[in-house]
């Protein structure tokens, strides 16, 4: 792991952060994330908000709570979904700027490419 520290982990650990990243390996999954970063939303807010159907989205909140990630509240007929974990949003922050980086390094080396043709 990145740092200063090299952390030791298990093999049990490791399953555990891979399986985290698995979570959160779906685009779906993240727009759904991204959508409740503004607040508590029902599942038809949810639904509205990342354009799937009803169905489509259920199954990712339910993969997301099922991991941690978002809480569930039942009132009456209706189902409201929130964040649970706000460090998501730091690591999804990490990976933004990572790919930030590295892609100005490729447009750097690519424009740098096209002036030498010059």
């Known amino acids: ?14 399953n555990l952060v891979a399986a985290r990243f698995k979570v959160l390996s779906d685009p779906m ?8 970063e503004a607040g508590e939303m029902s ?14 989205a259920s199954k990712h909140l339910k993969t997301l709570q099922d991991a941690g990630l978002v ?3 039942q009132d009456g007929n209706l189902a409201y979904y929130r964040i649970a974990d706000e ?4 690591l999804c ?6 790919l930030q980086q590295h892609l100005t390094a490729q447009a750097d080396i690519f424009t740098s490419t096209l002036r030498a043709k010059r």
């Open 1 to 14: 792991m990145a740092g200063n520290k090299k952390r030791i982990l298990t093999p049990e650990a490791m």
């Open 29 to 36: 999954r993240l727009r759904i994330l991204n959508a409740l």
């Open 43 to 56: 599942v038809s807010e949810v639904t509205e908000a990342v354009d799937a159907s009803q169905p489509n």
């Open 71 to 73: 809480l569930r509240r």
């Open 87 to 90: 460090t998501v949003f730091q």
């Open 93 to 98: 922050e990490v990976v933004c700027n990572s």
